[in-house]
């Protein structure tokens, strides 16, 4: 069974600092890129940041640039995202992404296996 496992989601205040985890089973971990997405109140699910399954280069939405860090650990088939400088603007769902496509994508439409998510709260 396939499964992707959220975690580290929380309420922070503006300008702190959290730090997502996703554990993923039931696949060959290190034969996927992982990306996050997010998805705010009545919006569409935005991307995040994405990294491809060798780890090499990662990439980010320009919102999140220069604050948000994705990374990865093959032998512990887990995905992180180090989020800091946080504000209420990044206040989401966040949601961890699978996909085995031989080029990495951005598109959530494009990725076929999820998380439940994990919900990420910036007071002001």
């Known amino acids: 069974q396939v499964q992707l496992v959220e975690s580290g989601g929380g309420l922070v205040q503006a300008g702190g600092s959290l730090r997502l985890s996703c554990a993923a089973s039931g696949l060959t971990f290190s034969n996927y890129h992982m990306a996050w997405f997010r998805q705010g109140s009545g919006e569409e699910r935005e991307f995040v940041a994405a990294i491809p399954w060798s780890g090499g280069n990662t990439y980010y939405a320009d919102s999140v640039k220069g604050r948000f860090t994705i990374s990865r650990d093959n032998a512990k088939n887990t995905v992180y995202l180090q989020m800091n400088s946080l504000k209420p603007e990044d206040t989401a769902v966040y949601y961890c992404?699978?996909?085995?496509?031989?080029?990495?994508?951005?598109?959530?439409?494009?990725?076929?296996?999820w998380g439940q998510g994990t919900q990420v709260t910036v007071s002001s």
């Open positions: 992404a699978a996909d085995d496509s031989i080029k990495l994508v951005t598109t959530y439409r494009l990725y076929d296996i």
